[in-house]
Nanobody
């Protein structure tokens, strides 16, 4: 079983920056794609950014040019650098990973979420 633990959320003024981290631990063979999702009150969860096992990245249009996703493969950790934050970025941010188990089965794993609040 894999545990994903997010950290780095908090309260920041508009225009500020935050860096989220997602650390994976537990028993697994490997981690495939990873991504950051967010869910604002009253809205559906949406994909913010994704990164493949090979390092290719993709971003939602709303965050392009402001957010950067990265991975430290040695530390089994994913990051989301968020710059020029806007009040509309306020949400709970969730880490997601596609896990390959020791039995070579693929499944999704989610973190518990971290709150990001951007004040105007």
């Amino acid at each position: 079983q894999v545990q994903l633990v997010e950290s780095g959320g908090g309260l920041v003024q508009a225009g500020g920056s935050l860096r989220l981290s997602c650390a994976a631990s537990g028993s697994y063979l490997s981690i495939d794609d990873m991504g950051w999702y967010r869910q604002a009150p009253g809205k559906q969860r949406e994909l913010v950014a994704a990164i493949t096992s090979g390092g290719s990245t993709a971003y939602a249009d709303s965050v392009k040019g402001r957010f950067t996703i990265s991975r430290d493969y040695a530390k089994n950790t994913m990051y989301l650098q968020m710059n020029s934050l806007k009040p509309e970025d306020t949400a709970v941010y969730y880490c997601n990973a596609v896990i390959i188990s020791s039995a070579r089965r693929q499944y999704d794993s989610w973190g518990q979420g971290t709150q990001v609040t951007v004040s105007s």
